[in-house]
């Protein structure tokens, strides 16, 4: 804890994570062999295109998918999913993109599985059109969406399906992958957080997906800016002539084969909408590294660890007055343990919000979780601690909560 970090070196508050894997606050550790590796790839040459080839094959089979694709996080996956559905093979369209003219350009997700990220979609150019309700939380026990209501929105206009993985989302994937098929209409699953289990990286291609996101910078732990696309190999192949820097000499450009059919296309594409979206070699390697790594990992081994340390957490904190940890997350498989403390603000120094807000305002900052408050709950997530930063925010937070009784 005392050792000075190079945020500070910079004059820029260091924050302790309590948090799990925020992007806001960094995400997560990269491992120490994907440090090396970046480190390496920084001071030699390669050829983009190249190092995408081979994190096809890696990861074509790592998800048992046709190929795969390196992106600067899962959400630029989702724009370039969503390009990749736009355009196909079309390098006149490539080139249009985000202007949509003449062209179907309807993303159809259930209501239910909107969030912040799907902004992608629509920065590709495309529409969202929602379906379903917003019944379930009603209490009626009426479903969010009906399959019927998604094979009906499909339509001339129609460029893909958009899903949102989460074990509460509805209706499961291979009900929305055989209505769509019947369309010949791809779909497009965000699986940002899914991992682990590692099961979940061929189990959405097993249920039909045509194209699958990750995200490389959260139980990965590879680089914050890399994301894993994965599916169907003609829309890869679009994702990559959209994606890589186009600025090619006719004559010689030689993409490789595994990646790009260049007799499948008219011409060279223009640089695509993806271009803003570079990912460099090293975040490359160490993308590539890292999920070797993480195949290797004991994940039951890591899970045990979080679960004694949220143990001792919560009953570090269990005899404070107005204050109630308890243990969360710790049998569901794809969720981190955590410990969700509620604070009774009557009988406590503060509230959850009081609390959350001064340890932000520390030195160093301490971040615990905020996703709650509404419930007066806040979270302490012990993923992305080392050993005394768990000490220190014990202490950081029994001292705010027990500071003038
Ligand atoms: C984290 C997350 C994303 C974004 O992932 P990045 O790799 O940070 O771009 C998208 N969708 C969902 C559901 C997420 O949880």
Known sequence: MSEETVYDELGVPSVVNAAGTKTRIGGSRIRPDAVEAMERAATEFVRLSDLQAK?????ADVTGSQAGYVTCGADAGLLLAAAAALAGDDPGVMDQLPDTDGIPDEIIMPRTHRTGYDHAFRAAGATIVDVGTNDRVLGTGATAVEPWEIDRAISERTAAIGYVQKPYTEPALSTVTEIASEYDVPVIVDAAAELPPTENFSR???????????????????????GIVAGRRDLVE???????????????????????????????????????????????????????????????????????DAARIA????????????????DDDSVAPQVAVHVDS??????????????????????????????????????????????HVIDRVRSHLTASQ
């Not at 002539?241 to 450009?253: C, I, P, S």
């Not at 520390?362 to 419930?375: H, T, W, Y």
């Open 55 to 59: 994190a096809s094959e890696l990861i």
């Open 238 to 308: 679009s994702i990559a002539l959209q994606h890589l820097d186009m600025h090619a000499a006719g004559e010689v450009w030689q993409p490789p084969a595994e990646l790009v059919d260049i007799d499948r296309l008219d011409g060279v594409p223009r640089q695509g909408i993806g271009r803003p979206l570079k990912v460099g070699k090293e975040e490359l390697v160490g993308l590539l590294v890292a999920l070797e790594s993480f195949l290797e990992d004991d994940h039951d081994v890591a899970r045990g660890r979080w679960q004694r």
């Open 204 to 226: 959405f291609i097993e249920d039909g997906a045509d194209l699958v996101v990750f995200s490389g910078g959260k139980a990965i732990r590879g680089p914050q800016t890399t």
């Open 315 to 330: 009953s570090a904190l269990e005899s404070i007055r107005g204050v109630d940890p308890a243990l969360d997350g710790g």
């Open 346 to 391: 009557a009988a406590s120094t503060c509230s959850a919000t009081e609390l959350v807000r001064a340890l932000r305002a520390e030195s160093p900052r301490v971040f615990v979780g905020a996703d709650r408050l509404d419930e007066d709950v806040f979270t302490i997530n012990p993923m992305c601690l080392g050993a005394s930063e768990l000490d």
